[in-house]
């Protein structure tokens, strides 16, 4: 992190490195976690559908009132 000074006002820069990763397989995924190392694909796609079903619940009550605010406030 350096700093200028110009003006009498200090602007700080922030070096940020972005590491971009290869198309990694699932299993390559699964292997990095010591929990989902030990489950199999049946396992792995019970898993996943739970996890999907979760966020759909939590997102669902928020995107239908967006939806319902939008439809509510463009009528005026």
């Known amino acids: 992190m350096s700093t200028e000074k110009s003006d009498g006002a ?16 699932p299993a390559a995924i699964q292997a990095r976690f010591t929990t989902l190392c030990d489950l199999d694909d049946e396992q792995m796609a019970a898993l996943n559908k739970r996890v999907l079903r979760r966020i759909d619940w939590r997102m669902m009550p928020t995107i239908t009132i967006m939806f319902l605010l939008k439809y509510v406030l463009q009528q005026h």
Not at 14 to 23: A, F, G, H, Y
């Open 10 to 25: 200090s602007i700080e820069k922030i070096d940020v490195v972005i590491q971009t990763t290869e198309n990694t397989s």
